[in-house]
Every structure is written in C-alpha cells, then in structure tokens.
T-cell receptor, first 113, second 113 residues
Framework: GENVEQHPSTLSVQEGDSAVIKCTYS??????FPWYKQELGKRPQLIID?????GEKKDQRIAVTLNKTAKHFSLHITETQPEDSAVYFC????????????FGRGTSLIVHP | NAGVTQTPKFQVLKTGQSMTLQCAQD?????MYWYRQDPGMGLRLIYY???????DKGEVPNGYNVSRLNKREFSLRLESAAPSQTSVYFC????????????FGSGTQLSVL
C-alpha cells in the first residue's frame, strides 16, 4: 500500500517568514495530492490540492509543488501570519484499487507574532 | 447546507461498554469514511463506504463495525470499548471515492476509562 512520510513534525517561524512542509510517497500510481489544515480543536479542511498532470499550483500565499519522478510534493506558505498556525496534513491518493488517500502524520506550524 | 454532521461531540465510556457514533451528510456524496486521530499518528482510516450498500476495512478496523444506513448516513459502532480506542473520531465524505477532496465532520472526542 501507499506510504506517506511528512517532515518536519513541528515547524516554528516568525511572522512574515516562509514555511515549507515536505512529503514523500511510495506508490508511483498515486495521482492526487491534497493538503489539509486543521486548526486547534477544529476539523481538517482542504486548503489546496494538486493532480499529477500539474507541477505547481498557487492560491494566494500558498503553493504546492509536485515532483513525480522523485515522488515528493511540498507545501509552501509565504508571508506567514499567526492565523496560519495549525496542523497541516498531506495525503497521496492512488489512481487505482481503492482510491483511498493515505495521510502523512502532520506538521504543527507555529507562527510567532 | 450543514455539510457533514457528527454526533456526539464528546463521550466518556467505561471499558466494555458499547456505543454508536452517528454521521450524516447532506451533499449527496457517494463515499463516506471514518478516521481516528491520535497525537503524532495523523489520520488513520478505520472503515469506508465507497457507495451506498458497500463497506470496506481501512488501516485500523479491529474493534469497530460500520453500517451505511443509506446514502446520507454512515455509523461507527464500538461493541466493547477498550482504552486503546480513546481517540478523536472524524467522519468524512467525498463525491467520489478518494479522487476528490474530503469534507470532514466536527469530530467526536471519545475517552474510554
């Protein structure tokens, strides 16, 4: 089955800095890669996703890049703000079989004012 | 449009007690999922239902059963609760299995004493 590794587990930055969270996956057949943000005590919510036919996708201050050859994808947050503080989860979804996403273990991002 | 509704929000059980977590979605989604979230472990899939009338085991199904009552509702049952089942449980749904974003419920915090 798919295996997703996510790093770092904790990331502490100053407001205004950039933050990068990296994930690797094992199944070369995976073709859908969502990122979820979970604020403290809240439900996970999708913030951005990318499919394997695209190398990069941006939405305002967040971007995701995908390297299918190396089997890794990353979340980039620029000009971080305190409200970006949350746990971020990456996931990889295979293109066949059960189509069930496998999640990384999460990154706790702390943005200091 | 409520999205995904989960009940209860909190529950305390004694070892050996049983309970059912309820989940309903009003988005006409085909697929529904139950996850558990433990510190440092990310989101682990317990059971899923690709469509009405079908259910399948996920990564951590032992000690749980599910029922897809109709297209809207997907319940999770703990027949004999154990302390290892202390966790936060999330129900989720998606339009199609795995290939679209997941919509999560607000979660159930379960403690088994």
């Amino acid at each position: 089955g798919e295996n997703v590794e996510q790093h770092p587990s904790t990331l502490s930055v100053q407001e205004g800095d950039s933050a990068v969270i990296k994930c690797t996956y094992s199944d070369s057949a995976s073709n859908y890669f969502p990122w979820y943000k979970q604020e403290l005590g809240k439900r996970p919510q999708l913030i951005i996703d990318i499919r394997s036919n695209v190398g990069e996708k941006k939405d305002q201050r967040i971007a995701v890049t995908l390297n299918k050859t190396a089997k890794h994808f990353s979340l980039h947050i620029t000009e971080t703000q305190p409200e970006d503080s949350a746990v971020y989860f990456c996931a990889a979804t295979p293109s066949g079989g059960s189509y069930i996403p496998t999640f990384g273990r999460g990154t706790s991002l702390i943005v200091h004012p | 449009n409520a999205g995904v509704t989960q009940t209860p929000k909190f529950q305390v059980l004694k070892t050996g007690q049983s309970m059912t977590l309820q989940c309903a979605q009003d988005m006409n989604h085909n697929s529904m999922y139950w996850y558990r979230q433990d510190p440092g472990m990310g989101l682990r899939l317990i059971y899923y239902s690709a469509s009405e009338g079908t259910t399948d085991k996920g990564e951590v199904p032992n000690g749980y059963n599910v029922s897809r009552l109709n297209k809207r509702e997907f319940s999770l049952r703990l027949e004999s609760a154990a302390p290892s089942q202390t966790s936060v449980y999330f129900c989720a749904s998606s339009e199609r299995q795995g290939r679209e974003k997941l919509f999560f419920g607000s979660g159930t915090q379960l403690s088994v004493l």
